[in-house]
């Protein structure tokens, strides 16, 4: 890691296991020595051993995804296509005679 870069702090205090490893605040890195660094969200620093960090990436935009399958129509996801394969798989499935028509050799 290196300095400004955007971090999750592992939390202090887990509690219970239905408690999210990490804290949900974005700290930045300030100093990086070894494996040391010191991080600060506004007034509060903390120094840690990098294993108890992890570098917070941004999550994407959600946008439309309409707009995004309309642009490309060949996507696998066309409903036209989906009913039709579903409707061969149906109709390709065997039929199995009924418990009682099974006759024994003798």
Do not use: C
Request: net charge neutral.
């Amino acid at each position: 890691m290196k300095e400004v870069d955007q971090v999750l702090a592992k939390d202090r205090h887990p509690g219970s296991k239905f408690r999210l490893p990490f804290e949900p605040k974005v700290w930045e890195v300030t100093n990086v020595k070894g494996t040391m660094i010191t991080v600060r969200n506004g007034e509060e620093f903390l120094t840690r051993n990098v294993s108890f960090f992890k570098k917070y990436v941004k999550p994407a935009p959600s946008g439309n995804t309409e707009n995004k399958e309309s642009a490309n129509p060949s996507s696998p996801r066309n409903d036209s296509t989906t009913t039709q394969r579903m409707g061969a798989e149906n109709d390709s499935t065997p039929e199995w005679p009924a418990s009682g028509t099974q006759q024994r050799e003798e």
